[in-house]
């Protein structure tokens, strides 16, 4: 099984700043096929990046992903006070699907 | 949007049955699946069934005990959990993907989940 390792655990940063979440792979996710999603507590998650770089639809350019093979990164630039939340990446590479334990962004 | 229901309390060993209702497109032209959340812990693909509803995959802690279905009408998804366990309580989310593939594909659309806390 393909292991996602997200780090930090929990980045601390204030509005406006700029956040940089990790993902590593256990092994190099084929085709790139690696998803980021938001998720606060009580919400639907919310898909924000498909295919390791491409926003999905009604997704704000201040979220970006980037990457390949085992080292993929999203940033988050002039943070919003509605970015606060758990984000994890996923990867639809290889079998079965996985998720990362998650990242924590929090002001 | 889709909207789960069937969450409960139930005794180790039991059975629940979990629904899932989409609104603004039918679940037939989309790959459904369900992934949930442990209290405290992140999120985990649990089961997947394809457009036409006769093809199913599953993750291994719930392969034999899981069944996911989906209605003749095609309106809802469903989840039936048997045999269940301590560790599957969870919050349990309908997520649907444009594609169904044994190694999955991303999640475009989500639900809030519904809770099954199995007691000991």
């Known amino acids: 099984e393909l292991v996602l390792t997200q780090s930090p655990g929990t980045l601390s940063l204030s509005p406006g700043e700029t956040a940089t979440l990790s993902c590593r792979a256990s092994?190099?996710?084929?085709?790139?096929?690696l998803a980021w999603y938001q998720h606060k507590p009580g919400q639907a998650p919310r898909l924000l990046i498909y295919g390791a770089s491409n926003r999905a639809t009604g997704i704000p350019d201040r979220f970006s992903g980037s990457g390949s093979k085992t080292d993929f990164a999203l940033s988050i630039s002039r943070l919003e006070p509605e970015d606060f939340a758990v984000y994890y990446c996923?990867?639809?590479?290889?079998?079965?699907?996985?998720f990362g334990q998650g990242t924590k962004v929090e002001i | 949007q889709v909207l789960e229901s069937g969450g409960d309390l139930v005794q180790r060993g039991g059975s629940l049955r979990l629904s899932c209702e989409a609104s603004g497109f039918s679940i037939s032209t989309k790959a459904m699946n369900w992934v949930r959340q442990a209290p405290g812990k992140g999120l985990e693909w649990v089961a997947s069934?394809?457009?036409?509803?006769?093809?199913?995959f599953y993750a291994d802690s719930v392969q034999g005990r899981f069944i996911i279905s989906r209605d003749k009408s095609d309106k809802t998804l469903f989840l039936q959990m048997n045999s269940l366990r301590a560790d599957d309580t969870a919050v349990y989310h309908c997520?649907?993907?444009?594609?169904?593939?044994?190694?999955?594909?991303?999640?475009?659309?989500w639900g809030r989940g519904t809770l099954v806390t199995v007691s000991s």
């Open positions: 092994q190099s996710v084929s085709s790139n096929y």
């Open positions: 996923q990867q639809y590479g290889s079998s079965p699907q996985t």
């Open positions: 069934i394809g457009r036409t509803g006769t093809a199913t």
């Open positions: 997520a649907s993907s444009a594609y169904f593939r044994p190694e999955g594909w991303y999640f475009d659309i």
